[in-house]
């Protein structure tokens, strides 16, 4: 599992049935300090959350496991909702803003 | 599996089911003599680790469904061990105290 932010949403009309109902959002991996990780990426909402708000998220064969149908084409799901994350003493998550 | 180091704690009021309860750390893959590599990650803690311990990390879904003895558990990244030291050619890498010390063999 990796830590994101949540940067936007991905809204798709025509998709695999397996996957209605759930929200794509286009998040940002962080790292320890809250710096951007890596590249941005397409997650599907497993969990309720929006723009701005900060997650974690999980790769691989995993990500479709925690989709209601879990055989679907996804390789990123959202997996949870992150209040706060303390990290060498430092608080980030709160207060942050989407750069 | 990696050697990673533990640098705090992750707190997710909402998340999926079988993650509730469960300790979320964050880690950070480190070589043996401490030099940061590879992704930070956050890791479910079944070793009983705390912040600034040096940990055994799988990131691996297979593995860790079989640790939760859940088939369809959505976690892959599971801390697994708490690292005492790692012997190489060039001596004992001593990770029990805050600074990683080299024995020489």
């Known amino acids: 599992m990796y830590l994101a932010r949540v940067t936007g949403r991905v809204v798709t009309t025509q998709r695999y049935p397996g996957l209605d109902g759930i929200a794509l959002q286009w998040i940002q991996p962080l790292d320890e300090d809250g710096k951007t990780m890596g590249e941005q990426l397409v997650a599907c909402a497993v969990v309720s959350t929006g723009p701005g708000d900060l997650v974690m998220f999980v790769d691989g064969r995993e990500a479709a496991l925690a989709c209601p149908t879990t055989f679907v084409p996804v390789d990123a799901a959202i997996v949870g909702f992150v209040e706060q994350v303390e990290s060498k003493g430092a608080i980030i998550g709160r207060k942050a803003r989407v750069s | ?105």
């Open chain 2, 1 to 105: 599996m990696f050697l990673a180091e533990v640098l705090g704690t992750v707190v997710a009021p909402v998340q999926i089911k079988v993650l509730d309860g469960e300790k979320l750390l964050l880690v950070r893959p480190i070589t043996p003599d401490g030099k940061r590599t590879g992704k930070t990650r956050i890791a479910l803690d079944r070793a009983g680790a705390g912040v600034g311990d040096r940990v055994l990390v799988v990131d691996e879904g297979n593995s860790a469904r079989g640790v939760l003895g859940n088939p369809t558990a959505a976690v892959k990244t599971l801390i697994v061990g708490v690292v005492d030291y790692v012997e190489s050619e060039r001596g004992r890498y001593d990770h029990r105290s805050p600074r990683i010390k080299l024995v020489a063999p």
